[in-house]
Antibody, heavy 124, light 112 residues
Framework: QMKLQESGPGLVEPSQTLSLTCVVTGDSISSADYSWSWFRQPPGKGLEWIGYIYSTGRTYYNSSLESRLTISIDTSRDRFSLRLSSLTAADTAVYYC????????????????WGQGTLVSVSS | DIVMTQSPLSLPVTPGEPASISCRSTQSLLYSNGYKYLNWYLQKPGQSPQLLIYLGSTRASGVPDRFIGSGSGTDFTLEISRVEPEDVGVYYCMQTLQTPLTFGGGTKVEIK
């Protein structure tokens, strides 16, 4: 059974850069059938899509975060990562990684597996 | 960006009774291939979202048949034919037709 597990710091200071990693087990991140996404959810609020990456390295970012965001993939270690710079309190959220199912020209048609999430607080 | 609007915000339900959640998009989610790029997720308390329905009406693996997704290009509905106590949580619709992928604001289902 495939699993995704996020890891990263629980606390980051304002203006710093957040780095998170999602490790995939039970499946290959190189599969042509899937893409790999990041989402976040501020405490008590709804879900926001951050961006996704395909095994080729092709990325799609939410335009609201694009200037601060980098998503990368390491197919040799079955993991993908997020870097978000210039953090503010508004970036405080639970961050989730998820697997997107690719079909046809749709790289992330639906998300069938999610990590448990990791809470990131931005505070000094 | 495609804006997704859900209603109601909160839905008190009685076990064994049906329930219905509405989701509306500002653009048609029907693609030229005939597929509707609309998903439904349930986020149970303290858990990650879990996929219920994809492509508007296809139940994900392991999802009970009491969950039924339907809809046209811009108006979608998730119905629960007979609510079970384990169905409580927040339900989200999500469009994957175009980036940025966007969610509805969520509908909180709770037992009366």
């Amino acid at each position: 059974q495939m699993k995704l597990q996020e890891s990263g710091p629980g606390l980051v200071e304002p203006s710093q850069t957040l780095s998170l990693t999602c490790v995939v087990t039970g499946d290959s991140i190189s599969s042509a059938d899937y893409s790999w996404s990041w989402f976040r959810q501020p405490p008590g609020k709804g879900l926001e899509w951050i961006g996704y990456i395909y095994s080729t390295g092709r990325t799609y970012y939410n335009s609201s975060l694009e200037s601060r965001l980098t998503i990368s993939i390491d197919t040799s270690r079955d993991r993908f990562s997020l870097r978000l710079s210039s953090l503010t309190a508004a970036d405080t959220a639970v961050y989730y990684c998820a697997r997107g199912v690719k079909t046809g020209t749709c790289y992330s048609c639906w998300f069938d597996s999610w990590g448990q999430g990791t809470l990131v607080s931005v505070s000094s | 960006d495609i804006v997704m609007t859900q209603s109601p915000l909160s839905l008190p339900v009685t076990p064994g009774e049906p329930a219905s959640i509405s989701c509306r998009s500002t653009q048609s989610l029907l693609y030229s291939n005939g597929y509707k790029y609309l998903n439904w997720y349930l986020q149970k308390p303290g858990q990650s979202p879990q996929l219920l329905i994809y492509l508007g009406s296809t139940r994900a693996s392991g999802v009970p048949d009491r969950f039924i997704g339907s809809g046209s290009g811009t108006d979608f509905t998730l119905e629960i034919s007979r609510v079970e106590p384990e169905d409580v949580g927040v339900y989200y619709c999500m469009q994957t037709l175009q980036t940025p992928l966007t969610f509805g604001g969520g509908t909180k289902v709770e037992i009366k």
